[in-house]
C-alpha cells in the first residue's frame, strides 16, 4: 500500500481543490510558517477517521471548513481524499486503487466513502485498523505530540516507541 494522493476542497486553508502527488519514497512537507503545513497532517488524519475536533486545532467538527478571509467568502463544505496504490492488496479490497473520501457540510452533515461508495465512518476506521495508517496510528505525528513525547517520562516514551514500532513488551 502506497499513499499517491491527496486532494483537498474547502479544508481549512486550501479553499480551492488542491492535489498532492506522492512519489515512493520519503516525503518531507516543508514551507513557512502559515504555509499550510499542519493542515496537510491534519487533513490525512481527518479522512482516516479522526473524531476529535482539538486534535485538528479546532473547537467543533466544522472548523475544517474553509471560514473565507478578506479576500474569500466561506466555503459550505470541506472534502478530502486519499488515493492509495493497492497493488499489494494489503487493504482487503479487490481494487488496485482504493479511494477515500470524507465530506463535511456546514450544516453538521457528513459523508464517507470507499471508491466512490457510500459508507460509514466504521468502514474506513476498519479498514485501516491494522495497517499502520489508522487515525490512531504513529505514522503521523503533529508537533503538539512531538512536544508530549519529548516530554513524557522514560517509561512512558518506551511504551510510545514500543507501540509505533509494532512490538509488544513480553
Given at each position: 500500500?502506497?499513499?499517491?494522493?491527496?486532494?483537498?476542497?474547502?479544508?481549512?486553508s486550501?479553499?480551492?481543490?488542491v492535489?498532492?502527488d506522492?512519489v515512493?519514497?520519503?516525503?518531507?512537507?516543508?514551507?513557512?510558517?502559515?504555509?499550510?503545513?499542519?493542515?496537510?497532517?491534519?487533513?490525512?488524519?481527518?479522512?482516516?477517521?479522526?473524531q476529535?475536533a482539538?486534535?485538528?486545532?479546532?473547537?467543533r467538527?466544522?472548523d475544517?471548513?474553509f471560514?473565507?478571509s478578506?479576500?474569500?467568502?466561506?466555503?459550505?463544505?470541506?472534502?478530502?481524499?486519499?488515493?492509495?496504490?493497492?497493488?499489494d492488496?494489503?487493504?482487503?479490497l479487490?481494487?488496485?486503487?482504493?479511494y477515500?473520501?470524507?465530506?463535511?457540510y456546514?450544516?453538521?452533515?457528513?459523508?464517507?466513502?470507499?471508491?466512490?461508495?457510500s459508507?460509514?465512518?466504521?468502514?474506513?476506521?476498519?479498514?485501516?485498523?491494522?495497517?499502520?495508517?489508522?487515525r490512531?496510528?504513529?505514522s503521523?505525528?503533529?508537533?503538539g505530540?512531538?512536544d508530549?513525547?519529548?516530554?513524557?517520562?522514560?517509561?512512558e516514551?518506551?511504551?510510545?516507541?514500543?507501540?509505533?514500532?509494532?512490538?509488544?513488551?513480553i
Amino acid at each position: 500500500m502506497l499513499l499517491k494522493r491527496l486532494e483537498m476542497n474547502g479544508f481549512k486553508s486550501f479553499a480551492d481543490k488542491v492535489a498532492i502527488d506522492f512519489v515512493p519514497g520519503m516525503t518531507a512537507v516543508v514551507g513557512p510558517n502559515g504555509s499550510g503545513k499542519s493542515n496537510i497532517t491534519e487533513a490525512i488524519r481527518w479522512v482516516l477517521g479522526e473524531q476529535s475536533a482539538k486534535s485538528l486545532r479546532g473547537g467543533r467538527m466544522g472548523d475544517v471548513i474553509f471560514a473565507g478571509s478578506d479576500t474569500r467568502k466561506p466555503i459550505n463544505f470541506a472534502e478530502v481524499s486519499l488515493v492509495l496504490d493497492n497493488d499489494d492488496h494489503f487493504l482487503p479490497l479487490d481494487y488496485s486503487e482504493v479511494y477515500v473520501t470524507r465530506r463535511i457540510y456546514r450544516n453538521g452533515d457528513s459523508e464517507f466513502l470507499i471508491n466512490k461508495q457510500s459508507c460509514r465512518l466504521k468502514d474506513i476506521v476498519d479498514l485501516f485498523m491494522d495497517s499502520g495508517l489508522g487515525r490512531e496510528s504513529m505514522s503521523i505525528i503533529s508537533q503538539g505530540k512531538i512536544d508530549e513525547i519529548l516530554n513524557s517520562k522514560p517509561e512512558e516514551r518506551r511504551s510510545i516507541f514500543e507501540e509505533a514500532a509494532g512490538v509488544l513488551k513480553i
